[in-house]
């Protein structure tokens, strides 16, 4: 049977690649009178250091990776759990991918959802106690859909400053009035809601762990301001996931919030090492979300093998606690290491993997992530639009994988270029 469970396989060989490179590389036809604007935008963001350009990845995530041919300890990965790289997970898609074949072959409601999607959304319920979980082909896809199912015009969001492209282009797609609160100010938040007159429904929608900043949501204060103005509570697992709670659910079972908050959403892409979105709720929340959820409805579901390495990670989480439990623990330590050696006692508290070195413009970040390379650290500059202007910053990702020395090292690097950089 061809499976591909490591990379020594030959069933691995990518015998078209160099074929791909050689037809991609720097060909440039001019551009047609009718996008010739384009290029003065490229080089408007050129000027400003706003221009981005993937890096080519040479194998896979993990502790260090191989960027641009260049082998670098890596702070860039959203693979918490060090489980994108695994060969349980590859294990587990080679069979689902030889069973079920690799395409999907259509959206969930035809053809699509195969035995894999099946269980992925038991296990997802299982992993969060709810009754159900439906699977979307990515977190931005469940987002987005859901929110616009949920609410529409003559209804209101209230939502996090700081929240992820993904809920605000589901804010906008709605056609929601919405109501943007200063990030995590929960006295501003209450004087919104308290001033809004009418509304048919009202939604309140945050990450739980912020993706850019790395900061927590208040998720118990939330619950409490959506209960008493009969609010829907919507929360953003997607960094969470994995990484939280005894179980390793999510931000919403670490606090114990689960009962105030009506929909969890989440991604399998990130500590789970997979790719997709879900949501989870009541059954009848599920099915009626089935009926609504535009991007479930209309668009091929991810392919059978992706959820089943999604299960089976789902399964290493339940095995392999101390996983996210060390990833925690190293987090704090690597923050209080930062706050005592750049003297800011931001850092003294920290309690997410997602550590943020702010340098304000977008200049300085990528000054700093160059210099941080320079010493084989790959730590990403975060720039507009991923951030408002003025809070650039470069992203500091932990992942299980770091070393005790790597985290030194890391530390150590960023009091060095800090002065010259930021
Ligand atoms: C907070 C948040 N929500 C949703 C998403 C989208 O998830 P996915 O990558 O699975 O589309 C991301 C991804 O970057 C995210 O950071």
Redesign the pocket.
């Known amino acids: 049977m061809p499976c591909c469970p490591d990379q020594s396989s030959s069933a691995c060989d990518d015998t078209s690649r160099e074929i791909r490179v050689s037809t991609a590389s720097g060909s440039r036809s001019p551009l047609p009178l009718a996008l010739a604007w384009i290029e003065e935008e490229l080089n408007d963001l050129s000027t400003r250091d706003l221009l981005r350009k993937p890096k080519l990845r040479t194998g896979r995530q993990g502790r260090s990776v191989v960027l641009d041919g260049r082998t670098l300890v890596n702070f860039g990965s959203n693979d918490y759990l060090g489980y994108a790289g695994d060969v349980r997970l590859i294990k587990a898609a080679s069979k689902a991918a030889c069973s079920e074949g690799f395409g999907a072959g259509a959206s969930p409601l035809v053809s699509g959802q195969s035995q894999a999607h099946r269980k992925l959304e038991e296990d997802i319920a299982l992993l969060l106690q709810t009754d159900r979980a439906i699977l979307f082909s990515?977190?931005?896809a469940a987002?987005v859909a859901t929110i616009s199912a949920l609410v529409g015009p003559g209804d209101l969001i209230a939502s996090d400053e700081r929240n992820?492209a993904?809920l605000i282009d589901g804010c906008r797609l709605s056609n929601a009035e919405v109501l943007i609160y200063p990030h995590r100010d929960m006295a501003h938040l209450e004087t919104l809601l308290s001033g809004v007159k009418t509304a048919r429904r009202k939604l309140i929608v945050t990450?739980s762990v912020f993706?850019m900043d790395g900061t927590r949501a208040a998720l118990d204060d939330l619950a409490a301001i959506a209960s008493k103005h009969r609010a829907i509570f919507m929360v953003?697992e997607?960094?969470a996931t994995g990484v939280y709670g005894l179980r390793g659910s999510g931000l919403v079972e670490a606090t114990g919030t689960a009962d105030g908050v009506h929909v969890r959403v989440g991604?399998l892409?990130k500590a789970l090492g997979s790719?997709?979105?879900f949501v989870a709720g009541p059954s009848q929340f599920m099915e009626w979300l089935s009926h609504k959820a535009r991007s479930w409805i209309f668009s091929t579901a991810h392919p059978p093998a992706v959820a089943a390495a999604a299960s089976c990670a789902i399964q290493l989480l339940q095995r392999e606690p101390s996983r996210r439990i060390d990833l925690l623990a190293r987090s704090r330590e690597f923050a209080r290491r930062i706050a005592s050696l750049l003297h800011d006692d931001a850092f003294a508290a920290w309690d997410t993997q997602i550590v943020p070195i702010i340098c304000h413009t977008a200049h300085a970040a990528v000054n700093m992530s160059l210099r941080l390379a320079e010493k084989g650290l790959y730590v990403p500059a975060i720039r507009p639009p991923s951030v408002p202007h003025g809070k650039s910053l470069v992203r500091v990702s932990l992942s299980s994988q770091h070393t005790t020395e790597d985290l030194e090292n890391l530390a150590l690097a960023v009091h060095a270029v800090r002065g010259s950089s930021c």
Request: glycine share 18%.
């Open positions: 990515s977190g931005y987002n992820h993904s990450d993706s953003d997607a960094h991604t892409s790719a997709g979105g």
